[in-house]
């Protein structure tokens, strides 16, 4: 059986990351879940979430939004709404966003309900992204 596979990570504004990998872990609209090399062909929505890799023994992370999975026995496709690897990701940008937008969700205490969910959806995705970007920042 082979060690890795062909992990793809498509956004609309293109490519994130092409390359052989030894595992993927993804964030499902239920969980997250995990792919090694042979995993039994499936396909899944996505949700927000953290995702990571292991590329040559190292683990690299990235912020993903939405979106779906095809898993397949030799290759991972990725359709995201965004995704973004943690070494680009600006750690002060993503923290100045989630800051404004929790403002922004204290401050309209009469905001429509879908105004809400499209404000804590975008608070959400900054999180995501803070905590990835912490996580290169860390190694």
Do not use: N, W
């Not at 039994?40 to 953290?50: C, K, Y």
């Not at 939405?66 to 002060?92: H, M, N, Y």
């Not at 999180?127 to 970007?133: D, F, S, W």
């Amino acid at each position: 059986m082979a060690k890795t596979f062909q992990l793809e990570i498509v956004t609309p504004d293109g490519s994130t990351f092409s390359g052989d990998v030894e595992s993927c872990v993804l964030p499902g609209v239920e969980g997250l879940f995990g792919v090694l090399p042979g995993h039994a062909p499936f396909m899944t929505v996505l949700g927000a979430g953290e995702a990571k890799f292991v590329r040559e023994g190292k683990t690299e992370y990235l912020a993903v939004s939405g979106g779906f999975a095809q898993v397949e026995p030799r290759k991972v496709t990725v359709l995201a709404e965004t995704a973004e690897l943690a070494s680009q990701i600006d750690f002060e940008r993503a923290k100045a966003a989630a800051e404004a937008k929790g403002l922004q969700a204290k401050a309209g205490t009469r905001i429509a309900l879908d105004q809400a969910d499209m404000i804590q959806a975008s608070l959400i995705k900054e999180l995501i992204r803070m905590r990835v970007a912490g996580k290169h920042r860390e190694q």
